[in-house]
């Protein structure tokens, strides 16, 4: 009896763990940036490539850029359940960056008037959109959409 006990025991643990992996399971939204995709569309041969990665209600980032010049800012628009801008970089302007332009983790105060909550349905529903803005396109010369990472397997 005291057998089954502990057993059953190791296995209430084990799907208690389990559950605990559930909600801290890591999830990648990735974004390829273009001019194609800015809003409006803008004929450039800059790239980019974005990448947020969540886990427990962080969000770490990476943005790369290349065959871009006079970047003025980076950021993340969101426009549902409410319009707000995550900032990931504000300058100062960067001549002709190629490779990382910035990075970092994003925090409670970062997240434009969103809660944690809020910007990862953000992700999730492809209602994250990041822009480079350079001096010659104040809009946004490169954009991209944010969606998850495909599995591999």
């Known amino acids: 009896m ?9 296995l209430v643990g084990l799907s ?3 559950a605990g992996a559930v909600k801290t399971q890591a ?9 194609q995709d800015a809003s409006p ?6 790239v980019g490539a974005a990448t947020v990665a969540t886990q427990n209600g962080s969000f770490t980032y990476t943005l790369e850029v290349g065959g871009i010049k006079d970047v003025t800012s980076a950021c993340i628009h969101i426009s549902k359940p409410e319009l707000a801008v995550i900032m990931l970089y504000g300058g100062p302007e960067v001549a002709r960056p190629t ?3 910035t990075s970092g983790t994003l925090t409670a105060k970062d997240l434009g008037g ?9 992700l999730k529903t ?16 490169i954009q991209g ?3 998850p990472e495909p599995k591999r397997g």
């Open 2 to 10: 005291r057998g089954l006990r502990v057993m059953v025991g190791g």
């Open 16 to 18: 208690l763990m389990a």
């Open 27 to 35: 999830q990648t939204y990735i974004a390829t940036l273009s001019g």
């Open 41 to 46: 569309p803008v004929s450039t041969g800059a």
């Open 99 to 101: 490779g990382v332009l």
């Open 114 to 122: 969103l809660t944690s909550e809020q910007f990862m349905n953000a």
């Open 126 to 141: 492809g209602e994250a959109v990041i822009s480079v803005h350079t001096a010659k396109y104040p809009g946004g010369e």
């Open 145 to 147: 959409t944010l969606a």
